[in-house]
């Protein structure tokens, strides 16, 4: 395994991405916010595909098979929550009655 | 570059990067509240592609443990998410991060067996496996621990011992000794020790802190999943991990030292403050007093005349509502005092609750009308015109010590100022202090009214009472 430079730039240019896109962001949206971009980490997903798709022995197919596991939750659990947060958020006109 | 760079890892490399791009896109969406909900869904589309594109990568060649690891973690996740109750979304949130923190954890391990095992192990290549390890295993546990502290499975109280920093400290540092160790002379029964050590320290870090501020440890947990995910996607030359982690890592800071903010306190006081300590010392001289004092009781049709004979009432909604599920019954109260001529609002602590924005959503599920939800700076000017604040199971939000008390742990957080307004009706279960521990002034005052009881049956009773004027 190699560790190019060009990954730390990477990492440098994605710290004022991460800082810059969310800056603005108002208070009533910090819990959604946590909760979608804890989804997005959910992407380690993929870095356990990758561990669970190798041919290897027994031990790595139980650590790879729970890392996928816990990935998918990430994923699949973040998202959902987050959408049943945001949809409390939508105005429904239709339902006043008052 | 791969030697063997075909077409298909072109596709799948231009797939890495939509994805990242849909991330990029999808969290600023997410910073607004017009755009948020789509913001999610660009980024739950963006996972979706890398997640395929990964499948078609050459150097995943069996896919039945993927698919099974899939399928259960998948209905895990479903199940979860979908019968989780919206007070407990807190809690929630953090275990999904410590999922995401476990699974950085397992990659980082399993790459550095096959380093070993392969003599392939170079010392920079160990030192970031080592380091997402490290991280990855401290968000799981520290996560864990945490939905512990909000689910009430574990004391919400810090737990405190002597020389706590001073042990933990000699024990980070063991830790970092020991993956030095590794980085240098590779060794698979010391890399169990290390994410033992690791785990361990996740719960060392949560331990200490207090529940009221567990909604900004989440964070700070969350930005360190983000870390550790950025780490194994080094590890593993996937850029698209780098990106995304990093991303996260970067906001999840930003986000952290925003909420800290909000209360009025630094991180370092957060996490090495032991608020709970602090405030055991500062109560001994103030809880004599606060025996001596009493509060004066009120009954509930005597609050229902003076909720529907206001002009104004402003609703102070605090962790106590959530506990209560009592948002529906708040907003059913509302409306009729409305329909009585009584101008309604809502004052709207950031931190009021476990998590910003937690009261918001809260009424937003009972459909209370989200022009009448007021930031504490806008409301706080106007207290002095009110003639009701109705506190709902809000404690230290509202303790004036925080304006007056130099001695007081929650000296110079912002607070609500219903202490200005002409009458305060606070519903409680009892005198028992809120989450920082510590007694509040505020409930012996003269201009204001307990109503003891928990905050729905309170809440229908006065609904109840106000129908009967």
């Keep these: 395994m190699h560790i190019t430079i060009a990954d730390f730039y990477i990492l440098a240019l994605a710290v004022f991405v991460g800082y810059e896109v969310i800056s603005k962001v108002p208070v009533i949206l910090h819990t959604p916010l946590m909760s979608g971009s804890n989804a997005i980490h959910g992407i380690v997903l993929v870095g356990a595909m990758l561990v669970a798709g190798k041919h290897g022995g027994r031990l790595d197919a139980v650590i790879g098979f729970i890392a996928v596991v816990l990935g998918t939750i990430n994923v699949v659990g973040g998202f959902l929550v987050t959408d049943r947060m945001l949809q409390m958020f939508k105005r429904k006109p239709a339902e006043k009655t008052s | ?469």
């Design chain 2, 1 to 469: 570059m791969n030697p063997s760079f075909g077409f298909l890892e072109f596709v799948i490399q231009l797939a890495y990067l939509l994805a990242a791009i849909l991330f990029i896109l999808g969290l600023r969406a997410l910073s607004s509240a017009r755009t948020a909900r789509n913001g999610n869904l660009m980024a739950s589309v963006g996972m979706l592609l890398a997640v395929v594109a990964t499948l078609m990568d050459h150097q995943v060649v069996s896919y039945g443990v993927i698919l099974a690891g899939m399928a259960v973690g998948g209905a895990i996740g479903l199940w979860s998410a979908r019968t989780v109750q919206m007070t407990d979304m807190p809690q929630m949130v953090a275990l999904f991060n410590g999922s995401g923190g476990g699974a950085a954890m397992l990659v980082s391990m399993a790459e550095y067996m096959r380093g070993v095992k392969e003599g392939s192990l170079t010392r920079e290549g160990a030192f970031t496996i080592l380091l997402g390890a490290l991280i990855g295993g401290m968000s799981l546990t520290g996560s864990v621990l945490a939905f512990g502290k909000l689910q009430g499975l574990v004391s919400e109280k810090p737990l405190t011992f002597p020389m706590q920093r001073v042990l933990n400290l000699v024990f980070f540092a063991a830790t970092l000794a020991l993956g030095a160790y590794l980085m240098i002379t590779p060794g698979i029964p010391g890399l169990w020790a290390f994410i033992a050590a690791s785990l361990l320290l996740g719960l060392a870090l949560v331990a200490p802190i207090g529940g009221g501020d567990m909604p900004v440890v989440i964070s700070l947990l969350n930005s360190f999943t983000g870390l550790a995910t950025a780490a194994t996607g080094i590890v593993l030359n996937n850029t698209v991990l780098v990106i995304s982690g990093t991303l996260v890592g970067a906001s999840g800071t930003l986000l952290t030292l925003l909420m800290c903010k909000a209360m009025n306190r630094s991180i370092g006081s957060v996490v090495f403050g032991a608020f709970g300590a602090e405030v055991a010392t500062a109560s001994g001289g103030n809880g004599n007093a606060a025996g001596a004092r009493s509060a004066r009781e009120v009954s509930v049709e005597d609050a229902a005349v003076m909720l529907a004979y206001a002009k104004s009432v402003v609703v102070v909604p605090g962790y106590g509502l959530a506990v209560a599920q009592a948002q529906h019954s708040v907003r059913e109260l509302a409306e009729l005092l409305e329909k009585k001529g009584v101008q309604v609002k809502y004052a709207i602590h950031p931190v009021a609750g476990r998590m910003p924005g937690h009261m918001n959503v809260l009424l937003a599920e009972a459909n209370v009308p989200y022009p009448q939800l007021i930031d504490m700076e806008e409301i706080n000017p106007q207290f002095s015109q009110i003639d009701v604040a109705l506190v709902i199971g809000a404690n230290d939000v509202v303790n004036p010590a925080a304006r007056t008390d130099k001695a007081s742990p929650i000296y110079g957080m912002p607070i609500l100022d219903v202490d200005h307004a002409h009458h305060t009706i606070v519903l409680k279960r009892s005198m028992k202090p809120g989450f920082a521990g510590i007694d509040n002034d505020l409930f012996y005052e003269k201009k204001t009214m307990m109503l003891f009881g928990d905050a729905k049956d309170s809440i229908n009773n006065l609904v109840g009472a106000v129908k009967g004027l």
